[in-house]
């Protein structure tokens, strides 16, 4: 059974930082894509960043030089930085995973992000 658990999200002011864990279980994910997704009240989910098997990153605009993905392979693990938080970063963030580039195959339950001004 495979199981997507996020953990790190929380309360923060504006201007601080936090970083979030996501690991994987039920099988290996070395050869997947991970990424991250965040859904705000009233919007619809959109994506954050992904990382390739080989470590190729593609970020969204709007958290470009701010967030910073990164992967433990060997733990099936992928961690996404936050730093220079902004209100409208708050969001449920979700973890997923997927074989083929683009597609996400599995999600994570989400964990909060708030960011208070």
């Known amino acids: 059974q495979v199981q997507l658990v996020e953990s790190g999200g929380g309360l923060v002011q504006d201007g601080g930082s936090l970083r979030l864990s996501c690991a994987a279980s039920g099988r290996t994910f070395s050869t997947y894509t991970m990424g991250w997704f965040r859904q705000a009240p009233g919007k619809e989910r959109e994506f954050v960043v992904s990382i390739t098997w080989r470590g190729v990153t593609n970020y969204a605009e709007s958290v470009k030089g701010r967030f910073t993905i990164s992967r433990d392979n060997a733990k099936d693990t992928v961690y996404l930085q936050m730093n220079s938080l902004k209100p409208e970063d708050t969001a449920v963030y979700y973890c997923?995973?997927?074989?083929?580039?683009?597609?996400?195959?599995?999600w994570g339950q989400g964990t909060q992000v708030t960011v208070s001004s």
């Open positions: 997923a995973v997927g074989k083929l580039l683009g597609t996400y195959d599995y």
